[in-house]
Every structure is written in structure tokens, then in C-alpha cells.
Antibody, heavy 123, light 113 residues
Framework: EMQLVQSGAVVKKPGESLKISCQGS????????IGWVRQLPGKGLEWMGI????????RYSPSFQGQVTISADKSINTAYLQWSSLKASDTAMYYC????????????????WGQGTMVTVSS | DIVMTQSPDSLAVSLGERATIHCKSS????????????VGWYQQKAGQPPKLLIY???FREPGVPDRFNGSGSGTDFTLTISSLQAEDVAVYYC?????????FGPGTKVDIK
């Protein structure tokens, strides 16, 4: 069974760093782009960026470029989303999701989602 | 960026009746190279991650009930729930994957009347 399992909810202070994870199983992790989506409390979905774990090729939305870093460790089938200095406005649910079809095609939809990681940033 | 808009923001439909959601892209998301529209639809129930319903504007994801149907081409797309069931209460999002960033619509909330 294909799964994406995300790390647990976290509470951080403004200015702190954070790295959340998303581990894939049940499929060839290195063959599919995997992305991150933000959902602010009570709001809609925002596409942040994607990474191809096979080559560690990452693409970002201009809205998130420079604000977060997307990475992957193919040896443990895990993708990451990290912040170097959190802000209160980063408080949100973050989902990882994989593309429906394998690479090399970039233009694909998400067919499998993780359960979400709630990040709360508060002093 | 390609901007996706949806209408209505919310709707309430009686059980067994039809629900129709519209999605419009700010530019065409049709590719003549493969004759596909790069649009999909998701369902998000309260407290859950989104679930893929429709891809390439028309194709139902395996396991999705056949009361969910996608249509449209170019810039205008529609998700129709032919006979609303209680378990269909959710927010529905369209997404384009024609060009990065692969933007989502703002969502349409569907409730029971």
C-alpha cells in the first residue's frame, strides 16, 4: 500500500528553525516528484514547491522561494521542508503529496497525500 | 502565475440532487501536444487531507464514485456531483498543473440543504 507519513505536530517560537519530514513507502520513491502544500487555518491550499528525489531537483513557487527549503534523502525515502527562521505567519498545516505519474514529466497532479503536519509558531 | 477562480464560494443542495461547481483559469491549460487539459479536482473533508477525484479534467481516479464527473476545456471547467450524498459534504478545489506554480482554486464548500 502506498503511503506518505509525515512527522508530528510541532510548536515553535518565532526565529527558531524547523525541518519537517515526509516518508514514502509502497512505491519507487525516487521516480515521482513530491511536493509541499500549505493550508493556513481555515483557508485554502497553496502550492509551495516540488522535488524530484532521484536528482534532488527542486522547484519553488515564487511566493515561497527563499522562505523555505525543500530537500530529499533518497536513501531513506524521505522528503523535507525546512525553515531557517520561523514567523508567526508560518502557522499552518503542511501537506506533502506525490505526483500521480512518474517523472520525467513535471506537469502532474497529486494523487497521494500525507496526513499533514501542523506547525504552530507562537511566542 | 495562472490564477484559478471558482464559483460559487459555497452551495447547499438537497440529498439526491445535482451539485455543480465551476472553475476558471486565467489562461488556457490545454495542450495540443497530448490533447489534455491540465486540471484536476480534489475533495477535502473536515480534518482530512485532500483526496484526488478527477485528473486531466475528465478522468475519474480509481475508486471515486461515478456520481463525480469532470468536464470542460481550455479555461472553463466543471465538477458535477450528479446525486449528492451525505458523505459528499466537503470543500472542493480545482488545480492547474500546466505551469508552475501549480495553483489551486480558492475552494467551494458543499453542504446539505
Amino acid at each position: 500500500e502506498m503511503q506518505l507519513v509525515q512527522s508530528g505536530a510541532v510548536v515553535k517560537k518565532p526565529g527558531e528553525s524547523l525541518k519537517i519530514s515526509c516518508q514514502g513507502s509502497g512505491y519507487t520513491f525516487t521516480s515521482y516528484w513530491i511536493g509541499w502544500v500549505r493550508q493556513l487555518p481555515g483557508k485554502g491550499l497553496e502550492w509551495m514547491g516540488i522535488i524530484y528525489p532521484g536528482y534532488a531537483d527542486a522547484r519553488y513557487s515564487p511566493s515561497f522561494q527563499g522562505q523555505v527549503t525543500i530537500s530529499a534523502d533518497k536513501s531513506i525515502n524521505t522528503a523535507y521542508l525546512q525553515w531557517s527562521s520561523l514567523k508567526a505567519s508560518d502557522t499552518a498545516m503542511y501537506y506533502c503529496a506525490k505526483h500521480r505519474s512518474p517523472a520525467p514529466g513535471l506537469s502532474e497532479i497529486f494523487d497521494l497525500w500525507g496526513q499533514g503536519t501542523m506547525v504552530t509558531v507562537s511566542s | 502565475d495562472i490564477v484559478m477562480t471558482q464559483s460559487p464560494d459555497s452551495l447547499a443542495v438537497s440529498l439526491g440532487e445535482r451539485a455543480t461547481i465551476h472553475c476558471k483559469s486565467s489562461q488556457s491549460v490545454f495542450s495540443s501536444s497530448n490533447n489534455n487539459n491540465y486540471v484536476g479536482w480534489y475533495q477535502q473533508k473536515a480534518g482530512q487531507p485532500p483526496k484526488l477525484l478527477i485528473y486531466w479534467a475528465l478522468f475519474r481516479e480509481p475508486g471515486v464514485p461515478d456520481r463525480f464527473n469532470g468536464s470542460g476545456s481550455g479555461t472553463d471547467f466543471t465538477l458535477t456531483i450528479s446525486s449528492l450524498q451525505a458523505e459528499d459534504v466537503a470543500v472542493y478545489y480545482c488545480q492547474q498543473y500546466y505551469g508552475t506554480p501549480f495553483t489551486f482554486g480558492p475552494g467551494t464548500k458543499v453542504d446539505i440543504k
